[in-house]
């Protein structure tokens, strides 16, 4: 469970999708990675560790962790966990469709921070059970591609349902024209008023919809983006710490730093050292 760079867990060539499963007695050291998990427990329990605290587990709890999230697992009791490892940019091709959708794109881009326990209901993972356990018990190469998104979109249903009844209808179009331009360009110095004249909307308003709907402000969207991509880099390169936050839009180094450790309770450098390729 401590692969972290993407040539390590995707196929070269393939798809950014994989399915693996474990069964942990022992527990997981603290570990991060630059793509999307998702982890399922299907059975036993643990306490799971990150940077948003400790969530006591069994049966039927979801962890979802973004790109840059670091965690682990104690006191594991006969866990067995299954987990789809996911490409964020799939969000952005393939799947971009699911912005639209109020409870799915918030928990894309909220990935259960806000509070609410990411669960699936028992005929649910029943379903993702059988699934997931087919396709990891089969020998490589991975299943194709359409058999991976089809399982990701029941996991990712099924724990929509377990957070609190949003307002009927779709994310507002400004919303997700505003989130695609922010991930399209995280190194462009933004401003919340070139922004919204972007998406023809008023500042105000376009605050008000985004953080309605994706549960932050645009200008904290953009902050989460750039400790996202700053993540992977402090992971997948030996480029210098002022270097990445150059690449990510934080040309300062003390403001990049502080930033980082925002999202991640590590300053880059000590998450490079705890994290990175070495």
């Known amino acids: ?16 999708a994989v399915a693996e499963r474990y069964e942990l007695r022992d527990g997981a050291a603290l570990h991060s990675h630059d793509f999307i998990e998702l982890a399922v427990v299907t059975g036993g329990t643990a306490t799971h560790v990150s940077a948003a605290g400790e969530r006591e587990l069994d049966r039927g709890s979801v962890a979802m962790l973004r790109p840059g999230d670091w965690h682990g697992y104690r006191d594991c009791r006969r866990l067995v966990v299954h987990n789809l490892y996911v490409g964020p ?9 699911l ?5 799915l794109g918030r928990i894309l881009h909220d990935a259960g921070r806000s509070g609410h326990p990411l669960r699936l209901d028992p005929t649910t993972l029943r379903i993702v059970e059988t699934g997931l356990t087919a396709i990891t018990g089969r020998p490589r190469p991975e299943p194709p591609h ?5 399982m990701l ?20 179009p400004a919303v997700t024209a505003a989130a695609r331009l922010l991930e399209d360009d995280v190194q462009r110095a933004w401003s919340l008023t ?3 004249a972007a998406v023809t909307t008023s500042p105000a308003h376009l605050a008000r919809l985004f953080t309605a709907q994706l549960g932050v402000p645009p200008m904290t969207y953009l902050g989460r983006l750039r400790a996202e991509r700053a993540a ?26 502080r930033r980082f450790r ?10 490079r050292a705890r994290f990175g390729r070495s």
């Open 232 to 257: 992977a880099l402090l992971i997948e390169t030996e480029l210098p710490v002022a270097a990445v936050g150059r690449l990510v839009g934080w040309n300062d180094p003390n403001y990049a730093s």
């Open 1 to 16: 469970m401590h692969r972290v760079r993407r040539a390590e867990v995707f196929p070269p060539g393939g798809p950014p």
């Open 99 to 103: 912005r639209a959708d109020p409870r």
């Open 194 to 196: 070139e922004l919204a």
């Open 146 to 150: 359409a058999v991976l998104v089809g």
């Open 262 to 271: 925002h999202f991640f309770d590590f300053s880059p450098a000590a998450y």
């Open 89 to 97: 940019e799939v969000f952005q091709r393939e799947l971009a469709w």
């Open 153 to 172: 979109l029941c996991l990712l249903g099924g724990t929509a349902a377990s957070l609190p009844a949003d307002p009927p209808g779709r994310t507002h």
